[in-house]
């Protein structure tokens, strides 16, 4: 059936960006809104954000705030259940934050696993839950969630991070199944090295950035603003026959030898 105008029009939906403050996150929060997007942009903590939010409003976008952690089951629930009220139920989600911790995997804390898990793979499963209702409701949403080169591959010190990420691509799948008949797509985006607060230890190290740049085809880091257009075409009616799939954007790192 023919579009009437562009595909890639997002006015009149309200879109949740979890870990929107800086970085990948804010990069798609941006890119949502330039096309026509109500952003809500979340963060733990209210200072963090700020510059975030007055940035995308010097650029004359509105965005709104939700300030919470994703592994706090009630504090989202209470989160979404506000943007609803202030702007309507979320149609688009990307699932974003995320950290990170590097250890040998004999010496890895149990801490630090049951962070990287609450926040990476149990985060998206309980923000995506939250919204569901208002999605399946309406018939129509899109979530996105970022997994990442580790989802399919692998290197020392980031075992749970790979696991995590390894799980983000199996909830992509089995979500993309089960709600299909709701009109719901679920997708994810797989970044590659992209030069981020989070890979700063990594983009601080002049051998590993020397490796990122000599093993990657377009022989370089990606800038985050790259990732936008990708997010929005998973966020548009572009991509309403689209479902289930992980898409890969790492400047040809994964497929060359």
């Known amino acids: 059936m023919p579009y009437a105008g562009t595909p890639f029009d997002l006015s009149g939906h309200v879109a949740l960006v979890t870990g929107a403050y800086r970085g990948l996150g804010l990069a798609i929060a941006r890119g949502l809104a330039q096309a026509g997007a109500r952003v809500v942009l979340n963060a733990r903590r209210a200072e963090a954000l700020e510059p975030a939010l007055s940035a995308l409003d010097a650029e004359g976008f509105e965005p709104d705030s939700a300030l919470f952690d994703v592994t706090d089951a009630a504090a989202v629930q209470t989160a979404v259940g506000d943007i609803t009220r202030a702007h309507g139920p979320v149609s688009i989600l990307v699932n974003n934050a995320g950290i990170q911790r590097r ?82 797509q679920v997708n994810a985006i797989a970044p590659g090295y992209f030069a981020t607060e989070l890979n700063r230890a990594l983009l601080d190290n002049a051998e590993f950035d020397a490796w990122v740049k000599k093993r990657t085809p377009a022989g370089r880091w990606g800038d985050p603003a790259e990732i936008a257009g990708l997010a929005v075409f998973l966020s548009s009616r572009a991509a309403d026959y689209v479902t289930g799939q992980m898409i890969t954007i790492d400047g040809g790192m994964s497929v060359a030898l």
Do not use: C
């Not at 250890?103 to 696993?113: G, L, Q, S």
């Not at 409701?137 to 399919?152: D, P, T, V, W």
């Open 103 to 184: 250890h040998a995997f004999a010496d890895f804390p149990d801490a630090d696993w049951d962070a990287i898990m609450a926040t990476n793979l149990t985060g998206p499963y309980r923000v995506s839950k939250a919204v569901l209702p208002g999605m399946m409701a309406a018939r129509q949403g899109k979530i996105i969630h970022i997994a990442s080169l580790m989802s399919e591959l692998a290197r020392p010190t980031v075992v749970p991070y790979t696991a995590a990420k390894g799980g983000i691509r199996q909830l992509t799948r089995g979500m993309a199944v089960e709600l299909a008949p709701h009109n719901v």
